[in-house]
Every structure is written in structure tokens, then in C-alpha cells.
């Protein structure tokens, strides 16, 4: 009960993850098809936009070889403390002691062969710490900074829906609505997640800090030094634009009421909303109560705004031919990997 106790979800994007993560969508021969549309066109624009250029050029030769899509890549490029901001983040990979980074980047080696640049940085030679933070720094003001407000808004709106589930459910009832992500299982009091190979965190009272990330794609990832603080990255729905309103719903509920309805999908927030149905502010406060009241929809507040997600029965009314978002049970691995 300790430890259900000390689960915590990350406020905001993790700056480091979200970095690593992203360069794992960069790398040569990953497939756009296995990613969100959204992240996929990230992608495609990055990729164009870093071609021919020199920062390109040294995201190629000193960034993607740290950080290989596969089952390891060093734990000290993802610290704890880049929940708190880029720069603490980065201070903290610049000041690993030059022990562990050695100890890493060997595991690397014999995983996924040695970065051309590996003994340098192993040595913890300042020319190569430098050249690591100032690569980082310019890769991420360039590719990631134009995209984090919405990032950011993304992360919100997941914390809020699981915040929401927490206060109204439980602990319990959240870790299962991290499904298809990780599966809990309440008896055994243990998160499965899809890894690609065997790992067990075992939390020994340490908490649990849940990540969600917006270029987490495929399995969750967590630490993979188990002395490490326990934390689990995981992916955030990518729900695409809501369809056309079904007329059927529109003449049982009212075209308004029918229109909010379709575009509440989860944690969706007012201005989401508003923009796509072309209604005012008080109007959507009006027909949102009726669709809370009658358990179409719930509300949940953080940092002074509102978001909306749809219940399981809003779900079924709107789209009658799909069956709803499991709910049902979702930290032991299946086999830890990254994303």
C-alpha cells in the first residue's frame, strides 16, 4: 500500500525523455506507418529541415548513436531531473560521474556496438561533454521548442484525465486505465507492461513515477538500472479529429449536444472544443452539464482550465458500431525495453 500510495504522474513533459524519444523516430529505417500521424509528420518535417545542415550532421554522428531504437540505450541521457526543466535536465547528464557514464556507454558497446565518439565521452573528457550539451541544447531548440506548447498541452490533458480517474476511482482504477499501454493487476498488485525482453522493478516503498510522452511510441520504457528511481514513460493516445456528428444522435440529443459529444474524446479541453463546434463559452457550459448529468461525459479542472472526457456509455452512443475503451486491467515486464 506504500507505494500505491507514492504514485505520482509527471506534471509536465519530461524534457530529456522527450528528447531521446524523438530521436528514436529520427533514426535510419524506423518505419513512419508504426507512429501516430502526427508524430509521423513531425518526423517527416525534422528530417527535412535538418538535411544538408550542419546541426544534422552532428544529430548523425553524435546523437542517434547514443541512442539506438532497442532494448538499451544509457539510463544517464534520461535523468530524473529533467521533469523539472531543460537545463536542470542537462546539467544532470553533464555532471554523471565519469564512472557510470563508462559503465553505460560499455553496456551499449556490447549491445549495439560503440558510438565513433564513445571513448571520449567515456573518458569524461570536457571537449566531449561539451559537444554532447551543446548538440542536445541546439537539436532540441530546433526541433522539439517549436513543437512543445503543444506538447506540453498534450501531457496536461493526459495528467488531468488520470488525476480525474484517481480522485473519483482511485489509485487502483487509474493504474487499469493505463491499458493497452500496461495491464494492472490488482490481486498480484503488479503493472505489465508489453517489454521486448525480461525486466522486474521492484519499488520497495521508492513510489512509482508514470511519464506520459508524446514520442513514446509502441512499449513503455522505464530506467534500465533498477537502482534508479522507479518510472514508467508511456504513450499518450493520439486521437485524431473527431467525424462527422451520426444523424441518429443529433435527433436524439440535439445537433449541439451531439457536436460537443463527438468532439470529447479524452481530456479534451474547452478550446478544443469551442473551435470545432463554433459555440460560445456559456453554451458549452450549458449542454456540458447535461451530458455530465446524464453520464455521457465527466469534467475534471487543472491549472484553471477544464477538460472533458467521454464515459464508455458517451462511447457506445456516439459510435454504436465500435465497443468502448477497455477500462478493465493494466510493474513486470512481459520481457524492459525502450520505445
Known amino acids: ?96 560521474p565519469r564512472g557510470r557514464i563508462g559503465n553505460e556507454l560499455h553496456r551499449l558497446t556490447t549491445r549495439s556496438g560503440a558510438p565513433s565518439w564513445g571513448t571520449e565521452l567515456a573518458q569524461g573528457r570536457l571537449s566531449a561533454l561539451h559537444l554532447l550539451g551543446d548538440t542536445m541544447r541546439a537539436y532540441f531548440n530546433s526541433a522539439l521548442v517549436p513543437l512543445w506548447p503543444a506538447i506540453t498541452d498534450r501531457i496536461a490533458t493526459e495528467r488531468t484525465r488520470l488525476a480525474a480517474v484517481h480522485a473519483t476511482r482511485g489509485v487502483h482504477t487509474m493504474l487499469a486505465n493505463l491499458f493497452p499501454a500496461a495491464i494492472w493487476h490488482p490481486r498480484d498488485r503488479v503493472l505489465e507492461t508489453p517489454y521486448p525482453i525480461k525486466h522486474s522493478v521492484h519499488l520497495d516503498g521508492r513510489g512509482l513515477t508514470l511519464i506520459p510522452s508524446w514520442f513514446c511510441s509502441g512499449s513503455p520504457v522505464a530506467f534500465a538500472d533498477t537502482d534508479l528511481p522507479p518510472l514508467l514513460v508511456y504513450p499518450i493516445d493520439h486521437t485524431p479529429a473527431p467525424g462527422p456528428v451520426p444523424d441518429a444522435l443529433s435527433k436524439l440529443i440535439g445537433g449541439t449536444r451531439a457536436a460537443i459529444l463527438a468532439t470529447v474524446t479524452f481530456g479534451t479541453p474547452t478550446t478544443a472544443i469551442l473551435r470545432r463546434t463554433g459555440i460560445s463559452a456559456s453554451q458549452l457550459s450549458r449542454h ?22 467521454r464515459t464508455p456509455l458517451g462511447d457506445t452512443v456516439t459510435s454504436p458500431s465500435t465497443s468502448p475503451l477497455r477500462s478493465s486491467p493494466a510493474f513486470r515486464s512481459r520481457g524492459a525495453g525502450r520505445c
Open 1 to 96: 500500500m506504500q507505494d500505491l500510495a507514492r504514485v505520482r504522474v509527471c506534471s509536465d513533459p519530461h524534457f530529456q525523455w522527450e528528447l531521446v524519444l524523438s530521436l528514436h523516430q529520427l533514426q535510419p529505417g524506423s518505419a513512419p506507418g508504426a507512429s501516430p500521424a502526427d508524430v509521423a509528420q513531425w518526423r517527416a518535417d525534422t528530417l527535412a529541415a535538418l538535411s544538408g545542415q550542419s546541426l544534422g550532421l552532428r544529430v548523425h554522428r553524435h546523437l542517434l548513436p547514443l541512442v539506438p531504437a532497442s532494448s538499451y540505450f544509457p539510463d544517464f541521457l534520461t535523468p530524473y531531473e529533467g521533469m523539472y526543466g531543460f537545463e536542470v535536465g542537462l546539467d544532470a547528464v553533464l555532471s554523471t
Open 288 to 309: 456540458a452539464a447535461v451530458l455530465r448529468d446524464n453520464g455521457l461525459i465527466t469534467e475534471a479542472r487543472h491549472a484553471g482550465r477544464t477538460f472533458y472526457t
